[in-house]
């Protein structure tokens, strides 16, 4: 069973080289643009989901300043859902197309090194190597089960109202 740090960072890893492969789309055609944009939208949904579901409660379980980084990371999560549902609103290619697309990368930027400096580290500390690859375990069913964005809520989440129902 992998570890579910590791398979946090292999999709930060993904979600960059999405961001910097759409970065060599620019000029292509609307259809095309929408076809590479598409997945990666999906995927950051579907990670931010998975984080929600799984990881953050374990780090409000055990984490040092698990509270402050759940709450940071869902607020990061909503802007970069806000920035999403942008960019499917225009048309792609488009300058607000664009614009949408280069906030959802900055907050995902931002949200990613914010996590690995703060969250990640904070549950490998606090977490055995055991505990960890069981919840690897989880965040792999949790995704093989909702591919598709099937059952997936990308509604914004009110970060005091999560921290309540997950601690």
């Known amino acids: ?6 398979l946090i960072l292999d999709d930060h890893e993904t979600q960059r080289r999405r961001f910097a ?7 292509s055609s609307p259809e095309t643009l929408a076809s ?9 949904e579907l990670h ?3 984080e929600e579901k799984v990881f953050y409660p374990a780090l409000l379980e055990r984490g040092v300043k698990a509270k ?11 802007q970069i859902r806000d920035a999403v549902k942008r960019a499917s609103a225009a048309e792609a290619g488009s300058e607000d197309w664009w614009g949408a697309v280069l906030a959802a990368r900055q907050a995902n930027s931002d949200h990613m090194g914010e996590e690995e400096r703060g969250a990640l580290a904070d549950l490998r500390v606090h ?11 989880r965040w792999l ?9 099937k ?7 009110d970060p005091g109202t999560y921290i309540a129902q997950n601690q």
Do not use: Y
């Not at 069973?1 to 590791?6: E, G, K, L, Q, Y």
């Open 141 to 149: 069913t949790f995704c093989t089960e909702h591919a598709g964005m």
């Open 127 to 137: 977490d055995s190597d055991e505990e960890r690859r069981r919840l690897g375990d």
């Open 48 to 50: 931010a989901a998975a």
């Open 1 to 6: 069973m992998p570890d579910i740090c590791d």
């Open 21 to 27: 492969e759409l970065d060599l789309e620019r000029g």
């Open 36 to 44: 590479r944009w598409q997945p990666l939208a999906d995927l950051l």
């Open 68 to 78: 402050e980084e759940t709450e940071d990371a869902i607020k990061d999560h909503n």
């Open 151 to 157: 059952g997936i809520n990308a509604d914004d989440r």
